[in-house]
């Protein structure tokens, strides 16, 4: 007997219903009805219309009407709204929205595949038209239109995940000014907080602006333009918002269908796809299942697993249920401007809400071997059971290579795999496309050490707790590294010297162990256990995934919103084939910064400028991701010109030209002061006190001043002496009353204490460690940069002699000086402060 498929819904699920139905039964008479104008187009290259990565329009249509008639003798209706279901009668109730006319049309199958709608909160002014969503063709036509628009400059996305991120992505890449509102703490939901931080440093980088933890209050009117009001009463002006806060299951027509919905809407179904009603199944992102891993009922709404859906549910159909669907992992991928963001699986977050025992191993390393040109960073953190291995979930950040590994940990999940299956994967090998151990490998390797009890790792968040709790914190990375940033309070005894200092390590005391990425904090973490220490504990992603996290959480504390300005060259600037054009009386140089941390890249690029002439120009190419922002702060402050910033996979490049010599610039490294600067771009200040805090901000001034091009002098006197003097002083002869007095003063820098909560000395020692955790030079070493940078320090004459210190005692480099000197000095200036 002829049998009559209906279908609701002509996108993935239902387009691949019709057309398996069709290859399995050719007598069938399938119709398939879709609210919208379009069948089987590709949604989810839509973002990328806008952008116009994607020209023709064309280009994302699979399908048409006339094409599914003609190739499977499949009619399909646009523009045919199902309003309702009669289950006893087997009929649905369809407005034609073309003609306006109403009929009924009976199924012998029902197929239902209405997908998702993008989810439309009752905000104040949400209906101004400027405020769209992204679901449908009609829609992008819609958006882009207003792209097109020479008017619109700014957009706000409301809401950071795949979606709102790619459309942020392609807006930036058409010109917009653009900001991403997202009410969770971070962007990404489906990946954890530690890697997402990497997601949110790079879309700064780009010029987006974050704004994290903090929803839509209401949107304001202002003809055309709107101001979204934020839950923390920041104003942003926009004259186009898309809305990307989430999707649910568009299965209002249904409610009074007596089909059974889950509480979010969308349709029970059994492992055959069939609901409530035999004669009903359905697909696609409308359905809820039992997700494979939590056994919680989840709702998917991704075009993988739709597409799948539909061709069991076609063999179903026809031959009886004999194929169940074993589920959806969530498999998922996007790209961010120059980043790849994947994940499969459970996250942390996944994990803890299904109350499932887990542990987590980290690895960053290359797409490919190091020594092969052109390698690329990438995180990659997988998910585990800690007592079986099995693998959980799977997640990675990175500038290639992203995709192979999470569908191969995707592909061990389908299969109940575990950690040591990770281990002993055999890669396709050679220095191009992968490394002898791939990191997928690595992630293994470090799993199965900790089940077989070779060691213990500890995520940066359980870390950070540790610390907080007394945990002696013992960073094994060179003295080099530690002093560019290090986690607050830890101790540096690189892994090379540790063997010979085990003394310094407490055995009744919780040790973190932490390296760069993880892997020498292994090699001590043996190192230790083997000699005696039990409570050891290695940070998985070492440094790297600490620090990114906690940066971001520290933005986020202070609300601090940060973006990279892009410059981009303007075409005066470019040849006709896009590239620089090189002035023939002028010079063009190339730098490779790359590898060297903040602030190694400003450093080179100021000691291969000074040899430069005006207008010869230096190409410098960094890996450091704080460096978009440190070449456009550095080059307004020494007068020099940014013709450009850009960033390509990871990889920013500053075009940079020399400024003119007759302008007031930074001084050299040997202390040089500048060729010509006028009378009044001076600074002085009297430096009267030895607390640390005060003494700290009189040389940050001090360098800020030289920097952006001033003379500085730096006044010394009576208590502010104390900075000044060295350490270990060789002997001088002192009266009774210059004895007493260098007794009672601090030696040196390294004496000094607080103004407030010195508490004996140990809020200073507090002092320097938050210095160097947040990458702040110690006031030492801020002496020798303005120094070095031409700041004269004169130490009162007067002064030294009332407390009996002598030259001897002072610092190489100082001068000594009386009143006259230093009023010589705050006649040519127009700042002149006392600190």
Not at 543 to 564: P, Q
């Amino acid at each position: 007997m002829k049998k009559k498929y209906l279908i609701i819904g002509g996108v993935a699920g239902g387009a691949g219903t019709a057309a398996r139905l069709r290859r399995r039964d050719e007598n069938a008479q399938i119709i398939m009805f879709e609210r919208g104008e379009y069948i089987s187009y590709a949604n989810c290259g839509l973002p990328y219309y806008a952008g116009n990565v994607i020209t023709e329009r064309s280009r994302l249509f699979v399908m048409t009407p006339d094409k599914f008639m003609e190739s499977l003798r499949v009619e399909a209706r646009i523009l045919s709204e199902v309003v309702a279901i009669d289950r006893e009668a087997k009929t649905i109730h369809v407005k034609d929205l073309k003609r306006n006319t109403e009929y009924d049309e009976r199924y012998d199958v029902l197929i239902l595949s209405p997908g998702a709608s993008p989810v439309k909160p009752p905000i104040p002014g949400i209906e101004h038209p400027a405020i769209m969503s992204l679901r449908s063709v009609s829609d992008i036509d819609s958006i882009k239109d207003k792209i097109d628009s020479p008017a619109t400059k700014r957009a706000v996305v409301v809401g950071g995940g795949f979606i709102g991120l790619e459309m942020a992505e392609n807006l930036k890449e058409r010109g917009l000014q653009v900001s991403v509102v997202e009410a969770l703490d971070q962007v990404m939901n489906i990946i954890d907080y530690d890697l997402a931080s990497e997601v949110q440093q790079h879309l700064r980088a780009k010029g987006i602006n974050l704004f994290l933890k903090d929803g839509v209050a209401s949107f304001e009117h202002h003809g055309s333009l709107v101001s979204v009001r934020l839950q923390s009463e920041t104003l942003i002006d926009a004259d186009l918002i898309i809305l990307s806060i989430g999707v649910r299951p568009d299965t209002a027509f249904l409610k009074d269908s007596g089909i059974a919905l889950a509480k979010n809407g969308a349709i029970k179904v059994d492992e055959f796809f069939t609901t409530n009603d035999q004669a009903i199944r359905a697909v696609g992102d409308a359905i809820v299942f039992d997700s494979p891993l939590s056994k919680s009922p989840v709702t998917i709404p991704l075009a993988g697993p739709a597409n799948k859906q539909a061709r069991l549910c076609a063999d179903n159909i026809v031959d009886g249920n004999k194929k169940p669907y074993t589920g959806s992992i969530g498999t998922s991928i996007a790209k961010i401007f120059d980043l790849t963001v994947a994940s499969t699986g459970l996250t942390e977050k996944g994990l803890k809400a299904a109350g499932l025992p887990y542990r987590c191993a980290i690895t960053h390393t290359g797409n490919h071997a190091g020594y092969y040109p052109n390698v690329r960073q990438l995180s990659l953190k997988v998910l585990y059971h800690p007592e079986t291995g099995k693998i959980w979930g799977g997640q990675s950040v990175g500038y290639g290579g992203v995709d192979k590994r999470i569908d191969i940990i995707s592909a061990f999940i389908g299969k109940e795999g575990t950690v040591y299956d990770l281990a002993e994967f055999e890669q396709a090998y050679a220095p191009p496309f992968s490394s002898a151990k791939d990191p997928i490998n690595m992630v293994g390797f470090i799993a199965v050490n900790v089940l077989e009890g070779m060691s213990d790792t500890i995520s940066w968040d359980e870390a950070e707790q540790a610390r907080k709790n007394g945990a002696f914190m013992l960073d094994v990375r060179s003295e080099e590294e530690f002093e560019l940033g290090a986690i607050e309070g830890a101790v540096n005894i690189p892994n090379t010297d540790l063997r010979d200092r085990l003394k310094e390590v407490p055995k009744d005391r919780d040790i973190i162990l932490n390296c760069a990425i993880g892997l020498r904090g292994y090699f001590a973490e043996r190192i230790l256990r083997q000699n005696g220490f039990t409570r050891v504990k290695n940070l998985t992603g070492g440094f790297k995934t600490y620090d990114n996290a906690i940066r971001e959480r520290e933005l986020l504390e202070h609300k601090t919103v940060l973006n990279i300005k892009e410059w981009s060259a303007t075409i005066d600037n470019l040849n006709e084939d896009g590239s620089f054009r090189r002035r023939t009386e002028n010079k063009i140089f190339k730098v490779d910064a790359c590898g060297l941390q903040c602030p190694g890249p400003i450093i080179r690029l100021k000691k291969e400028i000074d040899n430069l002439e005006e207008g010869d120009r230096i190409i410098i190419k960094a890996s450091d991701p704080g460096f978009g922002v440190d070449v456009q702060s550095w080059s307004k402050l020494t007068g020099n010109n940014l013709v450009s910033v850009t960033t390509t996979e990871g990889v920013i490049e500053a075009v940079v030209e020399k400024g003119n010599a007759n302008i007031c610039s930074m001084p050299d490294s040997a202390g040089e002061k500048p060729a010509i600067c006028a009378p009044d771009n001076s600074a002085t200040m009297i430096v009267f006190s030895n607390d640390l805090d005060k003494a700290l901000a009189s040389f940050v001034l001090a360098n800020g001043a030289v920097a952006s091009g001033k003379q500085v002098t730096m006044f010394f006197t009576f208590w502010g002496l104390s900075v000044l003097r060295k350490k270990h002083a060789p002997a001088v002869k002192k009266d009774f009353m210059g004895k007493m007095f260098s007794a009672m003063l601090p030696k040196g820098m390294d004496g000094l204490g607080l103004s407030n909560m010195n508490m004996g000395g140990m809020g200073a020692k507090m002092m320097k460690s938050r210095m160097k955790k947040k990458h702040v030079d110690q006031v030492a070493q801020m002496f020798e940069d303005a120094k070095n940078a031409g700041v004269r320090m004169i130490a009162c004459q007067m002064s030294m002699d009332i407390m009996g210190i002598t030259k001897e005692e002072l610092l190489d480099g100082v001068e000594v000086g009386g009143v006259a000197t230093y009023m010589g000095a705050a006649s040519e200036s127009k700042v002149n402060l006392f600190i």
